[in-house]
């Protein structure tokens, strides 16, 4: 079973998939923002592709665990997706992933010109590895 991952971020959306047995998750792309339809309609092409049968999307959230406006919009934004998709839809608490991400590009030495070019794809995939190794079945 395929599960996508998204990081959904104001100027990026951050995708990874994982793998088909759900072990491992890998960063897939970064997608520039375009519109909310433009935007649906390229993840709806990679559930498609690659026949996801979930979607686990990362949430932000306050560091006291309450709801912000970001939050909020990432939620708006599933609620469209939702409506053109028929596959379940995760929220994974993602408070911190993105910086977990930076510092694992600083310490590979990139520049932070690279790095705004991969870090969402990053978070996407630690958000997705979250979910599949508490969610992993032994």
Known sequence: MRILGLD?????????????????????????????????????????E??????????????????????????????KLLEKINIELIYEDERLTTMAAEKVLIDADLSRKKRKGVIDALAATFILQTYLDRNRKL
């Open 8 to 48: 959904i971020g104001e100027k990026r959306i951050g995708i990874a998939l994982s793998d088909p047995l759900g072990w491992t998750a890998q960063s897939l792309k970064t997608l520039e923002r375009k519109s909310i339809k433009n935007d649906v309609e390229e993840i709806i092409k990679i559930i498609n």
């Open 50 to 79: 690659f026949q996801v049968e979930k979607v686990v999307v990362g949430l932000p959230k306050n560091m006291n665990g309450t709801l912000g406006e970001s939050g909020q919009k990432v939620m708006n934004f599933c609620e």
